[in-house]
T-cell receptor
């Protein structure tokens, strides 16, 4: 089954304690990205990757890191989480962003709470 | 600034009725426009994708339209069902590098 898998689904952590949210896709997609979703705001892009070893900042990259060592995995790293990073996070992948091949598949989401 | 605006913010309709959701965008360069359905606490699921040259696209009871001249799109839901209760998000692809998301319309279908 084609899917994007995020782990964990729920996470409560303390300020300053490094954490990683994993994302894996089994569709051999080139494009992967991370978003955060906050009440009253649309999904905002944190980082994206157009291929292995190619990553770029999105609209809200501060406080986050990513890596793309393999095509299937795109982990999101919070080196020193702060309460303003409490949010619902989504990983997504697509073959490209070009219309015909651009359908994006989203993971189930990770609800992160930083206290 | 590239933006996607949706209206209404929320909508309540009776089961079986039709409804239309609106999307206006100012994204450039425009690549394509998508509509997603997002159930509470879940990831968005694609309904339609339309490129510049397409002005209508259907997916079952969902029909999306696109007017690239006025930069407007609509999503029409026919014969609504309780399972249609969700947020509907309009998303425009800015070139081939990023997606710009609207804040969504929250639809509640009441029995």
């Amino acid at each position: 089954e084609a899917q994007v898998t995020q782990n964990p689904r729920y996470l409560i952590t303390v300020t300053g304690k490094k954490l990683t949210v994993t994302c894996s896709q089994n569709m051999n997609h080139e494009y992967m990205s991370w978003y955060r979703q906050d009440p009253g705001l649309g999904l905002r892009q944190i980082y994206y990757s157009m291929n292995v070893e190619v990553t770029d900042k999105g609209d809200v990259p501060e406080g986050y890191k990513v890596s793309r060592k393999e095509k299937r995995n795109f982990p999101l790293i919070l080196e020193s989480p702060s309460p303003n990073q409490t949010s619902l996070y989504f990983c997504a992948s697509s073959l490209s962003l070009d219309g015909g091949q651009g359908e994006a598949f989203f993971g189930q989401g990770t609800r992160l709470t930083v206290v | 600034k590239n933006q996607v605006e949706q209206s209404p913010q929320s909508l309540i309709i009776l089961e079986g009725k039709n409804c239309t959701l609106q999307c206006n965008y100012t994204v450039s360069p425009f690549s394509n426009l998508r509509w997603y359905k997002q159930d509470t606490g879940r990831g968005p699921v694609s309904l339609t994708i339309m490129t510049f040259s397409e002005n209508t696209k259907s997916n079952g009871r969902y029909t999306a339209t696109l007017d690239a001249d006025t930069k407007q799109s609509s999503l029409h839901i026919t014969a609504s069902q309780l399972s249609d209760s969700a947020s509907y998000i309009c998303v425009v692809s800015e070139g081939f590098q990023k997606l710009v998301f609207g804040t969504g319309t929250r639809l509640l279908v009441s029995p």
